[in-house]
């Protein structure tokens, strides 16, 4: 077959073809959100969109939201290098949301009204909690957001052919503008339906990518899976666990830990919950939600173990991209260049829905909780609160690409695996304890909040990931105490004890009614 790449890592298929579709998609998209966005006057249309989503195309845009650049371009990378040790991430991200499931959505669905502080606000102190929440979102946002964006630069580079910062940060700056329009124009609603759009999109590609497969080696995943190892430096070792974790164990267990209850507590995915009408349809979106993303993780096992089997392990570390470029490789070598313009245009598509998702979270989280809660004390003009909700999201997403630039050439699915870190350490343990917990209190909620978060921040800091390892943010530097590179196994117990603490040693009296109130609203969705 003719191949136009080189092997030390060049461009890789037609640079224009691959713009050509990317900017077909963003034709479409934008004229999507504009033609829905025309209801957004009050805070429910651009907040949840009204609540006038089923649950199936709730469960499709969750699976846009949450299916980001690192479970396309990430987890991919890391079958096709370590095998099976790199198809664990898909199982943590998927099991999560048994999670979400069976605990939250349903309690979030009928407690709350826009954002995860109603829901921890309800029988708390309003300005306390409210603050601690929009803090916890902003910073969990703002990490998951910087990882997306360094995706994009790593994706640019490999497929326009710009390998200078200077190229890939204005990229990343296109991408942050292209997303800034979505939620000022299109809100939830509008939002929602790029999510939809790139989730279809991401689904049928990733089902394409297999079959093309499978179909090379005869439909035998035997054959696959020996050439695969064949083709890799670890040989068959990619084949069984231990390739990436053997010798660091517990680091493996506190990355599990981190993403299976990192979901339930992100707050982007929370919000999802509040654009259908009932905790019913929010149920069933899970369940849509799961359907999707489970043939999809099962599509990157394939993926990975085929990338591995037609490009090779080697080059694939030596490309441009490293291990992010493995799927738009892989779709080179069996489609050629157009299917390399689909798959890029796609994982483009990708980090652009998901940071659309994102902005608006942390800008509805900001505007709902902090400027109409705290400082208008509920009584904010829904025209003001929409407003400052726009103006919140030109920062947020200003302060993405920033990030986003300095951070070019990061691993990007281990990114995303410390703010799921940060969103089970910070989030999960106060939302479980104020919807099945009577006792629980203001002073927990805080120490909760406040103790994951600090001490999770604190970890990372202190571990492998900022210094003292060829991979670190800084290489040459060294001052790292902690040895893991997920902090979820402290940082997570460390969060439901320091809540628990917190409830205990308050003395703090618990409002009775208010929590009657909840725990009636929690369990049927009726409001006074």
Same mark, same amino acid.
């Given at each position: 077959?003719?191949?136009?790449?080189?092997?030390?890592?060049?461009?890789?298929?037609?640079?224009?073809?691959?713009?050509?579709?990317?900017?077909?998609?963003?034709?479409?998209?934008?004229?999507?959100?504009?033609?829905?966005?025309?209801?957004?006057?009050?805070?429910?249309?651009?907040?949840?969109?009204?609540?006038?989503?089923?649950?199936?195309?709730?469960?499709?845009?969750?699976?846009?939201?949450?299916?980001?650049?690192?479970?396309?371009?990430?987890?991919?990378?890391?079958?096709?290098?370590?095998?099976?040790?790199?198809?664990?991430?898909?199982?943590?991200?998927?099991?999560?949301?048994?999670?979400?499931?069976?605990?939250?959505?349903?309690?979030?669905?009928?407690?709350?009204?826009?954002?995860?502080?109603?829901?921890?606000?309800?029988?708390?102190?309003?300005?306390?909690?409210?603050?601690? #929440? =929009?803090?916890?979102?902003? @910073?969990?946002?703002? $990490? +998951?957001? !910087?990882?997306?964006?360094?995706? &994009?630069?790593?994706? *640019?580079?490999?497929?326009?052919?710009?390998?200078?910062?200077?190229?890939?940060?204005?990229?990343?700056?296109?991408?942050?503008?292209?997303?800034?329009?979505?939620?000022?124009?299109?809100?939830?609603?509008?939002?929602?339906?790029?999510?939809?759009?790139?989730?279809?999109?991401?689904?049928?590609?990733?089902?394409?990518?297999?079959?093309?497969?499978?179909?090379?080696?005869?439909?035998?995943?035997?054959?696959?899976?020996?050439?695969?190892?064949?083709?890799?430096?670890?040989?068959?070792?990619?084949?069984?666990?231990?390739?990436?974790?053997?010798?660091?164990?517990?680091?493996?267990?506190?990355?599990?830990?981190?993403?299976?209850?990192? #979901? =339930?507590?992100?707050?982007? @995915?929370?919000?999802? $919950? +509040?654009? !259908?009408?009932?905790?019913?349809? &929010?149920?069933?979106? *899970?369940?849509?939600?799961?359907?999707?993303?489970?043939?999809?993780?099962?599509?990157?096992?394939?993926?990975?173990?085929?990338?591995?089997?037609?490009?090779?392990?080697?080059?694939?570390?030596?490309?441009?991209?490293?291990?992010?470029?493995?799927?738009?490789?892989?779709?080179?070598?069996?489609?050629?260049?157009?299917?390399?313009?689909?798959?890029?245009?796609?994982?483009?598509?990708?980090?652009?829905?998901?940071?659309?998702?994102?902005?608006?979270?942390?800008?509805?989280?900001?505007?709902?909780?902090?400027?109409?809660?705290?400082?208008?004390?509920?009584?904010?003009?829904?025209?003001?609160?929409?407003?400052?909700?726009?103006?919140? #999201?030109?920062?947020?997403?200003?302060?993405?690409?920033?990030?986003?630039?300095?951070?070019?050439?990061?691993?990007?699915?281990?990114? *995303?695996?410390?703010?799921?870190?940060?969103?089970?350490?910070?989030?999960?343990?106060?939302?479980?304890?104020?919807?099945?917990?009577?006792?629980?209190?203001?002073?927990?909620?805080?120490?909760?909040?406040?103790?994951?978060?600090?001490?999770?921040?604190?970890?990372?800091?202190?571990?492998?990931?900022?210094?003292?390892?060829?991979?670190?943010?800084?290489?040459?530097?060294?001052?790292?105490?902690?040895?893991?590179?997920?902090?979820?196994?402290?940082?997570?117990?460390?969060?439901?004890?320091?809540?628990?603490?917190?409830?205990?040693?308050?003395?703090?009296?618990?409002?009775?009614?208010?929590?009657?109130?909840?725990?009636?609203?929690?369990?049927?969705?009726?409001?006074?």
């Amino acid at each position: 077959m003719t191949t136009n790449h080189a092997e030390s890592g060049g461009q890789v298929g037609s640079p224009l073809l691959n713009l050509a579709v990317f900017g077909g998609f963003v034709a479409i998209t934008l004229y999507v959100v504009y033609r829905v966005s025309s209801r957004n006057a009050s805070t429910a249309d651009y907040y949840a969109a009204g609540s006038a989503f089923t649950g199936r195309k709730n469960g499709i845009a969750i699976t846009g939201d949450y299916l980001s650049a690192a479970s396309f371009l990430g987890i991919a990378g890391a079958i096709a290098v370590h095998g099976y040790d790199g198809f664990l991430y898909s199982i943590g991200f998927l099991v999560a949301w048994l999670v979400a499931l069976l605990l939250v959505a349903e309690g979030v669905r009928n407690t709350g009204r826009f954002t995860m502080g109603d829901v921890l606000a309800y029988r708390m102190r309003q300005r306390p909690v409210r603050a601690a #929440a =929009a803090t916890s979102t902003l @910073v969990i946002s703002f $990490f +998951y957001m !910087v990882a997306q964006m360094a995706g &994009a630069g790593g994706l *640019v580079a490999l497929l326009l052919n710009v390998h200078g910062k200077g190229g890939q940060a204005l990229v990343i700056c296109v991408v942050g503008l292209v997303m800034i329009f979505y939620v000022l124009v299109g809100g939830m609603r509008g939002t929602t339906w790029v999510q939809v759009i790139k989730a279809t999109l991401l689904v049928m590609t990733a089902v394409l990518m297999t079959v093309f497969l499978l179909g090379k080696f005869g439909f035998s995943m035997s054959a696959l899976l020996e050439e695969a190892a064949a083709h890799n430096a670890d040989g068959q070792k990619v084949l069984e666990p231990g390739a990436q974790y053997g010798h660091a164990q517990l680091d493996f267990i506190s990355l599990s830990l981190a993403l299976v209850f990192g #979901a =339930a507590g992100l707050p982007h @995915v929370l919000m999802r $919950f +509040y654009t !259908v009408p009932n905790a019913g349809q &929010a149920r069933r979106s *899970v369940v849509w939600a799961i359907g999707c993303m489970a043939v999809f993780y099962l599509a990157t096992l394939v993926i990975g173990y085929g990338a591995s089997a037609l490009v090779g392990s080697d080059r694939i570390l030596s490309s441009t991209g490293k291990e992010n470029s493995a799927a738009p490789l892989l779709a080179f070598e069996i489609g050629g260049t157009l299917l390399l313009g689909i798959v890029a245009a796609v994982a483009f598509a990708t980090i652009i829905a998901v940071v659309a998702g994102l902005t608006l979270t942390a800008s509805a989280s900001f505007a709902h909780d902090v400027y109409a809660n705290i400082f208008r004390g509920g009584k904010a003009e829904p025209a003001a609160e929409v407003r400052v909700a726009r103006l919140t #999201a030109v920062v947020v997403g200003l302060l993405a690409m920033i990030g986003g630039v300095l951070l070019i050439g990061q691993n990007v699915a281990f990114l *995303v695996a410390l703010a799921f870190a940060f969103a089970a350490s910070a989030n999960l343990s106060t939302l479980l304890f104020s919807l099945f917990w009577r006792r629980f209190n203001t002073t927990g909620t805080l120490w909760g909040m406040y103790g994951g978060l600090s001490s999770c921040l604190l970890l990372v800091f202190f571990s492998p990931v900022v210094s003292g390892a060829p991979t670190s943010i800084f290489p040459e530097a060294d001052f790292h105490v902690f040895p893991l590179t997920n902090p979820g196994i402290v940082s997570i117990p460390l969060s439901f004890l320091f809540a628990y603490l917190g409830t205990v040693l308050s003395k703090e009296q618990v409002d009775e009614a208010k929590q009657k109130e909840m725990a009636v609203r929690a369990l049927t969705g009726i409001h006074r």
